[in-house]
């Protein structure tokens, strides 16, 4: 039996005034397949989308198409009304004659309209329908790292009902925070007495996560805790392994480069420095201190909070001259516009300095000569104490858990979100997410923030305890594909492995849950055997064909 | 088919900007068809090949800005392939420049606009000079 | 695996200049998973050649088909059809696959689309180096599995030519490894290193004796 493909034209209330629709109908119901056309001129209204249920119940088309405004607003909008009629959504397809015909064009556009409709009716006519299904997932997540982040989003994620591990590297949860904490600004001890009262954590450490395979909802993951290996499947995994900061090499005339370990002991980092401050258990208190900022690393967002932070409590507590050697101070951190106002309120004296200042030890006294931007001369200052300039580094073993969960990192070895702007925490494989300074240059309330977002889209993910997906939406047939493992390779989403199918025949198999449905694969498959529904090649090749038929 | 200029437009970048273009009532050529594509990545050399020879005066592929592609490489092998259609074309004697790759992104319908203008012209042009 | 790649347009018009309709016949084996052959790139080939000649106004017609393996005369056989009905065949197979068509189909011309080019294997995607020259007289069991005959841009047979570039790059192509270095570096992770003392007599040529014949042991 003949496909029977329903088109329904909208004039959208008026708006499309350069299409003659009486002729378009005309022309449209001459082409073989199409059974009924109808006119509307609110199609998307109640009462349209009513006339539309009532027509398809009447005619009983298998394909419907809808001539109107963009796919954008049309698909999900009709799909609902072939749903409730009792045909899938995937028998519709769109034809742009409002955004991408009427509108773009002056003087009569009947012509290119019936194109366009001809185009949809020509792919709609090859569309199949796809099962779906429910697919039953972990609702375990496990959180790597033991800081803040880790602990932060472990506390949330079980607050929202979800179970979680925490899998840390080192030997208690926020060690590396310890006696700190003020300084990165989160309160550890009553975190950590929150994860120890709450039945939904499980703590795992010292532990190293030594392997992870699978797809959002179903993650096999290997954990070594003191030669002891776990194995247990989770729903999503969450990385907030941190940051680590090195002093970055300080070039001092007449002395080689110095910088970390053995520099001479009046050079420190913002942490010394905060200790030095926060138990007063220095000899002599510092008449003169010198930070350096921002000169050999722009991305200075927490080391500038870190500087304002330490350079009032230092102008503060010990009355010490304070200057700021730095190129820009960075404040778009939370509050840190006003840290900054308060420090030059208390007498921090930044200087602006374009090129690295020069350094030079002389008795014991450190000797800064930069040239101040604004002053136009070189300026000179003698300290006891200089703070180097600190650049974040990722932790150890966030390569290797890259590699494992296929994930790439920036040029910085942070990991790279898939997209800065519209999922910071994601990544383009499914299910796995990061959060706070591991990512970056991120400050405490920019990982709240993290934290929060995490939470919500795992909790969209796992909550209901299915992934509701459409079965072989892309898929490779099994007597075509010949294992070149091509699309494996090329796959952005790591989403397709290797497997054998019934006929113990190993070929490309492409999980339902983590694509995301690019045809990435589909295009470059050597053997064509990747069909994708909806834009297999049949289906966009029948688009070209129906162009200029009128 | 003859004289149409056919552009593959990624779901995520290129089809809104032309939406877009569309709300902004900016003008275009008439020939320009669009066919919607979930990544440009998805755009096969058959594809372009097969939309020459019904007539294509040029064929355009749009993906996602450098960087900001929704699935990552797709933009870039999008490039690739268009870059290869381009050397077969020349190899058939035909012009290689009738096919081209650009980048857009969704918020730029000016951009899309002027693209499509330029290729449109472009053609005209050699077209007259024939 | 069999690497090959897609002769230049301008030959392969050339050979079937004289046809009007053409069969054009991928392979399904090696030729497709090093994208030289398989049903993307016939179609990709049909689809130019329709291109170049419509241009030209000699219009040609093209037939597409992709076999299993065109080394198979059982599978090739089942195309027999398509053949009868084409003035020509172009085969996008390895040299192999060719002559399997041309002996089965002797009545009609079948001509190359591909130069079979060697045995290799993929280093990613879409890139694929030789590995094996296919000599007939395996030493690899001597050089820690890594063959110099073919990966040493000189073939040299008893260790490197001493024009080995720092961090052991090949003199020739600083690009490509030093197969002696690869050797080396092999040999001692396995402790082996004295069998790079030993001295490798000249191949053995005669051993593959033109044209090759390969008899499996009886079942």
Known sequence: MDTKIAVFLCNCGGAIKNIDFEATRERISKIPGVTSVDLSSGLCFEEGKREMVSRIRE??????????????????????????????????????????????????????????????????????????KELPVSREVLVVGGGFSAIGTALRLSRIGLPVTIAAVEEVLGAT????????????????????GDRNIEVLTPARVTSAHGEAGDFAVTIEREGERIRRKYGAIVLATGFTTELSPVSVKGLPVVGGAGSPANIVSQEQLFRMLDNGATARKPETIAFLLDSCDENSRFPTLATLNNAIAARVKWGSEVYVFCKDVKVDSEGAEKLYREARGCGVVFV?????????????????????????????????????????????????????????????????????????????????????????????????????????????????????AEIERVKADTQKCVACLTCIRVCPHSAIRLSRVDNGKEIAVISDVACDACGICAAICPAKAIVFEGYRDDQVLAQIEAIGES | MKGRVIAFCCEHSAYPAADLAGRLRLHYSESLRIIRVPCAGRVDVIHMLKAFEKGARAVLVLGCEDGACHHITGNTRARERVEQCQVLLDEARLDGRSVAMHNISPNAPQKFVRIADELVNAKEQSREAI | MIIAERKPMEEIEESVAEYKKVLVAGC????????????????????????ARGAAGNEIVTLETTVERQCEKEMVTEIKDKVAEADAVLSLACGSGVQTMAELFDDKPVLPAVNTTFIGMPEREGLWVEMCGACGDCFLDRTGGVCPMVRCAKGLLNGPCGGTRKGGMCEIDPDKDCAWVLVHRRLEKQGRLDLMREYVTPKNFRAVRRPGKVQAAKA
């Open chain 1, 352 to 468: 602006k300095c374009d090129s690295a200042p020069r350094l030079a030890i002389d008795d014991g006294r450190i000797s800064i000569e930069a040239r101040d931007v604004f002053l136009g001369a070189d300026t000179i200052v003698d300290c006891d104490l200089l703070v180097a300039e600190e650049v974040l580094c990722p932790p150890e073993g966030t390569e290797a858990l890259a590699d494992m969960f296929n994930i790439r990192l920036d040029s910085r070895g942070f990991y790279q979100d898939e997209n800065v702007h519209l999922y910071p925490v994601g990544f383009e494989k499914r299910g796995v997410f990061c959060v706070g300074g591991c990512r970056g240059d991120l400050e405490a309330s920019r990982m709240a923030n993290d934290i929060h977002s995490v939470a919500m889209m795992i909790y969209g993910l796992l909550s209901s305890g299915v992934i509701e």
């Open chain 1, 177 to 196: 925070q310890d006696g700190v904490e003020s300084f990165y600004r989160c309160d550890i001890d009553t975190m950590k007495s929150a994860v120890e």
């Open chain 1, 59 to 132: 005619e009983h088309p298998d394909r419907v198409v809808v001539a109107g405004c963009a796919p954008e607003f049309s698909e999900c909008v009709f799909q609902q009304v072939l749903e409730t009629a009792g045909l899938s959504g995937r028998s519709f397809s769109a034809a742009n004659i409002r955004e991408q015909c009427s509108w773009v064009h002056d003087g009569d556009v009947t012509g290119k309209a019936v194109e366009l409709v001809k185009m949809a009716v020509s792919r709609v006519r090859l569309l199949r329908t796809l099962e779906k």
């Open chain 3, 28 to 51: 399904g084996t090696c030729v497709t998973v090093c994208w030289a052959g398989g049903e993307k790139e016939v179609g990709i080939l049909a689809s130019q050649l329709r291109l």
